[in-house]
Structures are given as structure tokens and as C-alpha cells.
């Protein structure tokens, strides 16, 4: 695996794996290359995020971004997250989850029967982002990392605003990938069964854009929607 | 809120709030009514199942089913939240997470973008199923809740498969839904601003059935695939 020898300033390829993100099964399906990871990311924008509340676990899902090896995620200071992130020293242990459904795998025998996937496991320590600078910059990634572009095509955050939301930071360093894709894969006694087999697609698709009643009469819909 | 006095057998039609289920914001949004969170559990068939492993947590994407108020996560033997629940007495602690993305809702100010969603959090203890013949109904609801009627179309698991596959359940108790819906919500001093808002929806779509290159020729597909 690469990236444990890395000595220049470039990132290494890949991330190290550790013994949480080597899985105890389907070892195969794990991948820490950092291309895939981050193109995993980039293609969504809801996550699951993991943390420990008094010794119970909470999920919780939430939008993020990314920008470079870190993520972002934001949301009211009065957040239980979001403030234990701020109040804990050194910051909130967190595992945040992003899973793509890409197809049904319909084997001929139950046990075979499968979904087609892409996600990433990030587990790290998430710390509250305190410098002006950087939470703006992560303001403006969570809305374009939904919408690319709609950040500039929209009023940023005022004073009040800002001091409303809170933003974490966590940094990609103990990150794997896990796959599955393909086809079916039945046993061979069990080929000849009469039932049928194969893979259902799943996507993500948009609809028509649905304009606010009050929308001022003209504004036309923006390049970056139509595009979808 | 209804439900925490009620002496009949039949279930109450809200879950009891807790100070786990009840959120310290958007309090407007949470849910505890028994139909719209069996609803919302229906329409999906991926979960973030969230356990705490060495202090810290851990956050993955597992496929689960209903069967009337519990929930049942299936996965190999060799698993580590499988095999945690099977080993930890009482079970393990879970937070099992499901969210639909229905979707992107912009506003004129970047602070007011959000997300139309629904999603379920059901926190509890989860317990390795040692009863056959409950282990054998939560695999085939596990494999009908991804596509309806496809249990009975496909060729049982048998004893090797059946040893190998660990089930644990999670029953309904402690659970709450959380929703957004409709428009945009900007500040009434921004409407005016020449910047495009509304609501972009987002579907799940099935696309055309692959079948396995190895299909018995002539091997039709089934009905309840076709009605996708």
C-alpha cells in the first residue's frame, strides 16, 4: 500500500490503512486510493455522521463538504454535535459515512443477493473551525458542493448569520473506500435455476426545478440548473 | 403526544419521545407518529448503522427490513457489529439511521439553503436472532424489502448459508422521524434579490433490468420487476 514512505511535499496516492479501516471481511472490496475516495465524496453531499453521547452511539445525517483533505460540515451552534465539537478538548471522535446505492443485485439463490455500492468511512477527530476565514470558505463549499456555483449566485451569510452556524473540520487521514460492483455472482449448481438474475440500476436523479412563488417575474433559471 | 398511556394491546400510534429523541433545534420537525415512520422505513432498504467500538464510533452502511415493530441487519458471522451483538450481554447499542433525500431547496441567501428530507433514527439495543425460524423470515424480508416478491423467487438459503449469516434485531421503541418539506424560507428583505430560488426535487430511479449473461434463455422478467 502506498503512502506510508511518502516524504515529499505531495500527498501520497493513497491513504495508510489501520486497523479500523481494514475490514474483517470482503478485504477485497476496501480501497484507500485517494482519487476514488475523494470522487466517492464529491458526488454526494448528505453523509452520516457517528458520534458518542453518553456512551450510546447517535447517527445523524447532515451535508458536508469537502475542500482539498478536509470536510466540512456545519449547522446551528445549539446542535449537539456542533457544540460538543467546540466544547470537548480535543475535539468530538466522530466516523462520518457517505454511501452511493448504484444497483440491485438479484441472485438466483437469496444468500447471493446483493447491492452494488461505493461508499467511505472517515474516522477522525472533528474540531470546531474558529478562524473567519476558514468558515466562510467552508460556508461557500457546503452550498456549491449541492449546487456547483450556486455559492456566488447567492447572498452570503451576514454577521448574524454566521455567528449562528457553527462549522467542524475533519480531516482525511484515517479514510477507506469499500465497493461492490459488477454482476451476479451464484453458485454454479445454481445456474440452471429458473429464476431470473441480473443487476437493477439505481440513480439519482433530479426533477424540474420548482420556482419560489414570490420569485421576482423574469429571473430565469440559472446555467448551473439547467445543467442537471 | 400520544402513546405513553396507553393500556390496550394494540400498539399506540406514536412512539414515546425521549431526551434522545426529542432535538435541541428544529424541534418543529420531529415526528414520533408509528405510520409515517413505518413509511419512511419502507421506502428505503439501505441503513447507517452507527455501534461504538474501543470508545469511539463507527458508522456503516447496511442494507435492513421491518417485520411489524422490529427491525432486522443481516451480515456475515465474521462481521464486528454482528459479532459484537452476539457476544456483548444484553446485545450491543446501536443507532440505526435511515434518510431519504427528496430535495435541494434554494434560497436567495446562502444562509436559508437546505435540504427537503425525511429521515428515521431509532436508537436501542441490538440482539443476535437465535431462533431459526425468525432468523429464516427476517432473511426473506430482508431480501423482499429491497424488491417485494422476490423471496419467493429464488432459491432458499440452506444450512451452509444459513451458519454462515448472522441476523440481529432492533426493536422499534425508542425512535423519532425528522422532516423537511416544502419551499424556500428566505428573509423577507431578500426577496427582492435578483437571485433564482426554489426547489429542485430529487428521485431515486430504477433503470432497464441487466440480466446475468449466463440467464437461462427465455428466463422472462418478473412482474415485480417490470412494475420499477
Same mark, same amino acid.
Given at each position: 500500500?502506498?503512502?506510508?514512505?511518502?516524504?515529499? =511535499?505531495?500527498?501520497?496516492?493513497?491513504?495508510?490503512?489501520?486497523?479500523?479501516t481494514?475490514?474483517?471481511?470482503?478485504?477485497?472490496?476496501?480501497?484507500?486510493?485517494?482519487?476514488? +475516495?475523494?470522487?466517492?465524496?464529491d458526488?454526494?453531499?448528505?453523509?452520516?455522521?457517528?458520534?458518542?453521547?453518553?456512551?450510546?452511539?447517535? +447517527?445523524?445525517?447532515?451535508?458536508?463538504?469537502r475542500?482539498?483533505?478536509?470536510?466540512?460540515?456545519?449547522?446551528?451552534?445549539?446542535?449537539?454535535?456542533?457544540?460538543?465539537?467546540?466544547?470537548?478538548?480535543?475535539?468530538?471522535?466522530?466516523?462520518?459515512?457517505?454511501?452511493?446505492?448504484?444497483?440491485?443485485?438479484?441472485?438466483? =439463490?437469496?444468500?447471493?443477493?446483493?447491492?452494488?455500492y461505493?461508499?467511505?468511512?472517515?474516522?477522525?477527530?472533528?474540531?470546531?473551525?474558529?478562524?473567519?476565514?476558514e468558515?466562510?470558505?467552508?460556508?461557500?463549499?457546503?452550498?456549491?458542493?449541492?449546487?456547483?456555483?450556486?455559492?456566488?449566485?447567492?447572498?452570503?451569510?451576514?454577521?448574524?448569520?454566521?455567528?449562528?452556524?457553527?462549522?467542524?473540520?475533519l480531516d482525511?487521514?484515517?479514510?477507506?473506500?469499500?465497493l461492490?460492483?459488477?454482476?451476479?455472482?451464484?453458485?454454479?449448481?445454481?445456474?440452471?435455476?429458473?429464476?431470473w438474475?441480473?443487476?437493477?440500476? +439505481?440513480?439519482?436523479?433530479?426533477?424540474?426545478?420548482?420556482?419560489?412563488?414570490?420569485?421576482?417575474?423574469?429571473?430565469?433559471?440559472?446555467?448551473?440548473?439547467?445543467?442537471?
Amino acid at each position: 500500500m502506498q503512502g506510508t514512505a511518502q516524504t515529499s =511535499s505531495q500527498p501520497a496516492t493513497a491513504y495508510t490503512p489501520t486497523d479500523r479501516t481494514v475490514p474483517t471481511r470482503s478485504a477485497n472490496r476496501a480501497a484507500y486510493d485517494r482519487e476514488l +475516495v475523494h470522487a466517492i465524496l464529491d458526488e454526494a453531499y448528505v453523509c452520516h455522521l457517528g458520534f458518542v453521547r453518553d456512551g450510546a452511539p447517535v +447517527v445523524l445525517p447532515t451535508l458536508y463538504a469537502r475542500v482539498g483533505e478536509r470536510l466540512y460540515v456545519h449547522g446551528s451552534t445549539g446542535s449537539r454535535p456542533l457544540r460538543a465539537a467546540g466544547q470537548t478538548d480535543p475535539g468530538l471522535p466522530v466516523c462520518l459515512t457517505v454511501t452511493h446505492v448504484d444497483g440491485l443485485v438479484l441472485a438466483r =439463490s437469496a444468500f447471493h443477493h446483493s447491492i452494488n455500492y461505493r461508499s467511505v468511512v472517515v474516522h477522525g477527530v472533528a474540531h470546531d473551525v474558529t478562524d473567519p476565514e476558514e468558515k466562510r470558505r467552508a460556508l461557500d463549499a457546503l452550498v456549491d458542493h449541492v449546487v456547483p456555483g450556486r455559492a456566488a449566485d447567492s447572498r452570503p451569510a451576514n454577521r448574524k448569520e454566521l455567528a449562528a452556524t457553527a462549522v467542524i473540520r475533519l480531516d482525511l487521514d484515517e479514510v477507506s473506500a469499500k465497493l461492490r460492483t459488477g454482476g451476479v455472482n451464484d453458485e454454479p449448481e445454481d445456474l440452471a435455476l429458473p429464476h431470473w438474475a441480473g443487476v437493477v440500476p +439505481v440513480h439519482r436523479t433530479y426533477g424540474t426545478p420548482v420556482p419560489d412563488p414570490d420569485l421576482t417575474p423574469g429571473t430565469e433559471l440559472p446555467d448551473y440548473l439547467e445543467a442537471r
